[in-house]
T-cell receptor, first 113, second 115 residues
Framework: QKEVEQDPGPLSVPEGAIVSLNCTYS??????FMWYRQYSRKGPELLMY????GNKEDGRFTAQVDKSSKYISLFIRDSQPSDSATYLC?????????????FGGGTRLMVKP | ETGVTQSPTHLIKTRGQQVTLRCSSQ?????VSWYQQALGQGPQFIFQ???????GRGNFPPRFSGLQFPNYSSELNVNALELDDSALYLC??????????????FGEGSRLTVL
């Protein structure tokens, strides 16, 4: 079993839809939770991060962390064709290897005009 | 401000050969991490370099090695290539080795194909 599980998709939605992307994890020691977006043939770029449980909003994006359920989500409101990409969740510990991220497998999202 | 640059962008090697991939970190960043991303998978942490020393390593064999230079640029070396080494190799830089908030800045990667 992988430490971080993510539905690979592809997830296809019409423009303007609300998108929900999710990850589950098994290691309760994870403290920081991130979402990265990766366009085809590009490196991942950080969208949002949250520390411990709770919600965080940034424009059309909302990240939620439920540590009791070991479940994190990313919501995208009013989705746009430019949001079409692979979304990767990632997690890390609060120790000296802070840059060691554990990624999920990614969910491919397609937003159709 | 220049971002993270990697070279080469694509390369093809045969099994048993050796490969060196290069990375220039973002200006002002002193820490470089390397990740392997197989097709259709998420990136996997290989190792991290800070002050020219390896200070964190994932579950990769010793034939994966690296260097960091005084200007913070880095190399990833893979010896005795295997077919399963075919992947996108991502370099990421950050301003702090202990940064746990995931604020890594990734390059576009070097795609390695092993035949």
């Amino acid at each position: 079993q992988k430490e971080v599980e993510q539905d690979p998709g592809p997830l296809s939605v019409p423009e303007g839809a609300i998108v929900s992307l999710n990850c589950t994890y098994s290691n309760s020691a994870f403290q920081y939770f991130m979402w990265y977006r990766q366009y085809s043939r590009k490196g991942p770029e950080l969208l949002m991060y949250t520390y411990s449980s709770g919600n965080k909003e940034d424009g059309r994006f909302t990240a939620q962390v439920d540590k009791s359920s070991k479940y994190i989500s990313l919501f995208i409101r009013d989705s746009q064709p430019s949001d079409s990409a692979t979304y990767l969740c990632a997690m890390s510990f609060t120790n000296n290897a802070g840059n060691m991220l554990t990624f999920g497998g990614g969910t491919r999202l397609m937003v159709k005009p | 401000e220049t971002g993270v640059t990697q070279s080469p962008t694509h390369l093809i090697k045969t099994r048993g050969q050796q490969v060196t991939l290069r990375c220039s970190s973002q200006s002002g960043h002193n820490t470089v991490s390397w990740y392997q991303q197989a097709l259709g998978q998420g990136p996997q942490f290989i190792f991290q370099y800070y002050r020219e020393e390896e200070n964190g390593r994932g579950n990769f064999p010793p034939r994966f090695s690296g260097l960091q230079f005084p200007n913070y640029s880095s190399e990833l070396n893979v010896n005795a290539l295997e077919l399963d080494d075919s992947a996108l190799y991502l370099c990421a830089s950050s301003p702090d080795p202990g940064l746990a908030t995931g604020e890594l800045f990734f390059g576009e990667g070097s795609r390695l194909t092993v035949l």
